[in-house]
């Protein structure tokens, strides 16, 4: 193999190894804070499904979920309540149609309509900050002043740390106040983690994106003898 010949391959990887390392650094790097809320806006809106497990409370009183998630518009979550002689599962259930809670302690399962489109913001029946999340720590990273803090492992995940302050009385996670702190996943955006000046909390422990959900989970059905409770008739 001649000189030229030699000096051409190697100008040739030099080449793709730069353009590989560009590519690498473009898709690696942390944004600023004016590019956050549009990048984040962009990424969510890719996201297909979530599974999980997550911790979810207030101070010292946390509840774990399970929780299966396909944007837009379906969610289920379950928590099993402690303290009880019995097995027994909160289950939340929503989809275009009908959104399901089911309370095992009361046997109680309510179902609210959700054909017209989710039930207004500060609804008791029919939503969920499960499933409003995403939307609403999009909406404070619009609203607020931000302070990219760096990067962190959540759930096993590369994390974006975020420091929001928000406009008094302004904050669109009402629960968690006005000054959050959100660990954003890398890839998709997706909020791993929640801290609020009010003692809220969330964590994932577990979390994975865009795998298929089997459409029945969904799907709710009362168990035998529960009584059901249809909000607005």
Known sequence: MDRKR?????????LAAAVGLAILSFTTRVPDADSLPDEAAAGLELLKTVQGRLQLGKD??????????????????????????????????????????????????????????????????GTSLLETMPDDVLAALRAGALQIVGEEAVAGRNALRVQVLLPPGQSPLEEAGEQLTVWLDRSTYYPLAIEGDT??????EFI????????????????PGATVRRIGE
């Open 199 to 204: 003692g809220f909390h969330m964590r994932f």
């Open 6 to 14: 030699i000096a051409a391959i190697l100008v040739g990887l030099a």
């Open 208 to 223: 994975k994106f865009d795998e298929k959900i089997d459409p029945r989970t969904f799907v709710f059905f009362p168990p």
């Open 60 to 125: 010292d009183q946390t509840v774990e979920y399970e929780l299966w998630v396909q944007r837009p518009r379906h969610l289920r979550a379950e928590a099993e309540l402690e303290g009880l002689d019995r097995k027994a599962v909160y289950i939340m259930t929503f989809n275009e149609e009908e959104a399901w809670t089911y309370d095992p302690v009361l046997n109680l399962a309510t179902v609210t309509d959700r054909s017209e489109g989710a039930p207004a913001a500060g609804s008791r029946f």
